[in-house]
Each structure stands twice: as C-alpha cells, then as structure tokens.
C-alpha cells in the first residue's frame, strides 16, 4: 500500500510524535510511505525508509494571508501529482486540514482527516457569541461530510459541538511502539527508584501545573515533585512563584525539556497529569507500560478510556482537593498494572487499524 502522511510540521509535540509512530509501524509492515510537512520543521528523527518532502509557503505578497489556504493547497497538489497514487491520505492537526480540505487532487474518499485533541475545548472554550458561532461554521466547513479518525471516543463525542455528520467515523487510539519505549527507559536516570513524582509535559495553560503544584501541596506526599517539559520565562516563573507561596519551592523541581523523558518515568514512584483536557493522554499509557502508577484528572478526553478497571482509581475530578486526595491514595496503595492489557496500543494493531481504512474507502 501506498500511504501519504501530511502534518503542519514536526516540532516537538504529542501528535507529531504518533504520527512519526504510525509512519515507523507503516514501514515495518511493508508499505511505502511518504510525509508531506507543510513548514521546514523537524525536531525528531526520521524512520529509515521514510520519504520526506517538505511543501513550504515563501510568498510575501501583502495580500498572502488572504489566499493562504487556497495557495498552499496548489502545492500540495502539485507534489501530490509529482507523486505516485496514493491509497491512503491521512491528514493531521487543523491548519493542516483545512489545506487538504482545498486540495482538487487528493480523491475525497482516500483522504481521512486525523483529530488529536477537543476542538470544543481548543476551539470554543474562549469564545462566545459571533466569534463562537463563525468558530463553528468554519469547523464544520472543514469536516462536514469527510472521513475522520478521532484518537478517542471523547474526542468523536466532541463534535457534536458543532453539529457535525463525517462520511465515517472511526475510532483509533494512538500507537506505542512498545519495545522502543522500555528500551529507551533502560537508560541511566540521575534518581533512585520510587524517590520522586513526575509531570512530562509543555507548561502550556490547558496542562494546569498550577493545580497540580497546589494538589502537591495538599496531598503532603514528602518525595519531590519532578517537572519535565518547558514553557515561556514568564510561565516558569510564575509556576515558580505557586511553589513558593506554597511553601513546597524547594520540592519541586523544573528540571526542563529531556529529549528521553522515559528513564525519568520508569524511576517514577507515580506519574500525575493534571490537565483540562487532553485528546489521549500518550503519557498515561507510556507510564503504565513501564509499570509506575498514574493520577490524571477526569477531563474531557481520553485519560478515562486509558484509566479502567482498578486502574479508575488514579483518576481525580477537575479540582486540586480532588487531585491531592486520590495522589495520596494511589501512592499509599499502588494498583495492578496488567501488561497483557496494554498490548493493543501497540503499533502493529494499531496500524492494522489504520490500513483497514484504506478497504472502506
């Protein structure tokens, strides 16, 4: 089969990084793939085997903001036609969408249209009367009668926010590769085993490290509080200034971004998210595949398909009283983690999942 992946870019980011996953698994099961980045962007390594073109926009017309969408549709099909047929399109991330949605050359019924995250959430959460309503309109614009992947049955849910009816909707969670991840948390951690709590994430305002800093501090949990991950000065800062006031400033450590966060999350007595929403909640599967307890709050998403079973337990209500109480449970009284349960995220199913679209169309 013949696959084509188009993405905005490749900077560091979560649906970045399973698109790269899929694109690995695709390659091993014998396909030819080809990316197609819309910027000059690219912050991970690529598969072997992988062909990789970037389709970059240089105009500098004064009126190149207006015809944007239209003008970068034209390259992509003039790449598309460069190409040979492809079988299977899978577009992701919103600006990317709404230039595939343009294109003439890509056939409607190969395209499916990849949803990463609530567009409820990244999209209306701000907005109210005319502004939510055109938000809406142009939304819909984009999906409306069109193939779409969602990466969670909450993620699905979401668009009936916007009165959405997709040609097919499918449901597919995001794709691990299993054996890379505990190779990669084989490496050397600079702290002991169980000596610490940890947060792997952007200091972004939707992740809410303010709540988990004050759940922190209520939970009276006496290891350390370990933050992966990096935002502006200010928002550093700012955190800086929770943990102080907190009286917990020396207890929480910022230690930045780490390209392999995962010996981190292996050496981890207990892995915490805290966000407002979360499309999956890659870190929750990738902390439980390498056997450390997990907390996340109960938001709109994916965090309550991953957390089931013995493992509902780990998950807390949109408050930090709630976040500090069930943090204190989960690390007084660990769960189970059954791997064997685990092994359908994995990237071979999940990529079989993915070709098995190419037969619908």
Same mark, same amino acid.
């Given at each position: ?12 980011? @979560? *649906? =970045? ?7 690995? +698994?695709?390659?091993?099961? @014998? ?53 040979? %047929?492809?079988?299977? $399109?899978?577009?992701?991330? #919103? ?21 990463? +995250? ?6 209306? @959460? ?21 193939? !779409? ?21 499918? $449901? ?8 890379? !991840?505990?190779? *990669? ?10 000596? &610490? ?6 200091? #972004? ?16 949990? %006496? ?13 550093? %800062? /700012? ?22 966060? &995962? ?14 929403? =979360? +499309? ?21 998403? @994916?965090?309550? %398909?991953?957390?089931?079973? =013995?493992?509902?337990? +780990? ?31 994995? !990237?071979?199913? !999940? ?7 190419? /037969?619908?169309?």
């Amino acid at each position: 089969m013949n696959i084509l992946i188009v993405i905005d870019g490749l900077p560091g980011g @979560g *649906a =970045e990084k399973v698109v790269l996953t899929l694109a690995e +698994g695709f390659l091993r099961a @014998g396909h030819r793939v080809s990316l197609f980045s819309l910027r000059d962007v690219c912050e991970y390594p690529l598969p072997e085997g992988l062909t990789y073109r970037v389709i970059s926009d240089k105009s500098r017309t004064p009126w190149r903001k207006i015809t944007e969408l239209s003008r970068r549709a034209r390259l992509l099909d003039q790449a598309v036609q460069a190409s040979e %047929e492809f079988d299977l $399109v899978l577009s992701n991330l #919103h600006k990317t969408d709404r230039i595939v949605a343009r294109s003439k050359c890509l056939p409607r019924h190969k395209v499916w249209f990849c949803l990463h +995250g609530m567009f409820s959430t990244s999209y209306l @959460g701000h907005r109210t009367g005319l502004s939510r309503w055109m938000k809406k309109l142009k939304i819909k614009s984009v999906y409306q009668n069109r193939n !779409i992947v969602t990466v969670s049955q909450a993620v699905a849910d979401d668009l009936s926010h916007f009165e959405l009816r997709p040609s097919q909707l499918r $449901v597919i969670y995001n794709p691990f590769d299993i054996d890379a !991840i505990r190779q *990669a948390a084989a490496q050397e951690c600079e702290f002991p085993p169980d000596s &610490y709590l940890i947060h792997v994430g952007r200091f #972004h305002e939707s992740k809410r490290h303010d709540r988990l800093i004050q759940a922190y501090a209520e939970s009276h949990i %006496e290891l350390p509080l370990v933050l992966l991950g990096q935002g502006s000065e200010a928002q550093t %800062e /700012k955190l800086k200034k929770i943990a102080q006031d907190l009286g917990v400033k020396d207890k929480v450590l910022f230690l930045g971004f780490r390209p392999n966060p &995962y010996p981190f999350i292996r050496n981890a007595a207990m892995l915490v998210l805290s966000s407002d929403s =979360e +499309g999956f909640g890659n870190v929750l599967v990738e902390a439980l595949l390498l056997a450390t307890p997990v907390v996340s709050t109960r938001c709109p998403g @994916g965090p309550a %398909e991953i957390l089931k079973g =013995e493992l509902a337990r +780990g998950l807390a209500q949109l408050n930090s009283h709630d976040l500090a109480k069930v943090m204190a449970d989960i690390y007084q009284h660990p769960p189970q983690i059954n791997q064997k349960s685990l092994s359908g995220f994995g !990237i071979k199913p !999940i990529c079989e999942q993915y070709c098995s679209l190419a /037969k619908n169309a």
